[in-house]
């Protein structure tokens, strides 16, 4: 199976990065126009971003794993409109020394075994990330 893994180091601390992958606040200010998180197992995810045209992309998922601080598991909905369908985000947040270390790996689904369309995720990702990290360190 194909993925993508990326990681990065911030200067925060691992709950103000949890709370950036467990809240709609903490998705708004980095990644998504809009989102809505049920943050437990079983809960529900729905990330709103207006796509290169204009009109609202929608990835829908369940969370599979929550480990609180440490670990998120996030599969996205194979019926979803969203090119990320049927793939799966496992985030892992770790103290690293006076900075927290964020690890992503996204794997599955078909918009990972096109060669353009990974490597445009991955870039995608990259930006993602930076972004993250602007919201802490400005």
């Known amino acids: 199976m194909s993925s993508i893994r ?3 180091n911030i200067v925060a601390t691992p709950r103000a990065l949890w709370n950036a992958f467990t809240t709609a606040d903490g998705w708004k200010s980095w990644y998504a126009d809009e989102a809505r998180i049920d943050a437990r197992e ?3 995810v729905t990330l709103t971003s207006e796509g290169d ?3 609202p992309i929608e ?3 369940l969370v599979h794993t929550y480990r609180p601080t440490s670990r998120l598991e996030i ?3 194979s019926n979803s409109p969203a090119p990320t369908k049927g793939s799966r985000l496992t985030v892992q947040i770790a103290r690293d020394g006076d900075e927290t270390r964020v ?3 996204h794997s599955g689904g078909d918009l990972l075994k096109d060669e353009d369309a990974r490597a445009q995720l ?3 990702w990259r930006q993602a990330l930076l972004a993250l990290r602007s919201v802490f360190e400005g």
């Open 6 to 8: 990326r990681q990065i």
């Open 42 to 44: 079983g809960g529900r």
């Open 53 to 55: 045209d204009g009109e």
């Open 59 to 61: 990835e829908i998922g």
């Open 75 to 77: 599969g996205w909905d």
């Open 103 to 105: 690890a992503i790996v």
């Open 122 to 124: 991955d870039k995608d």
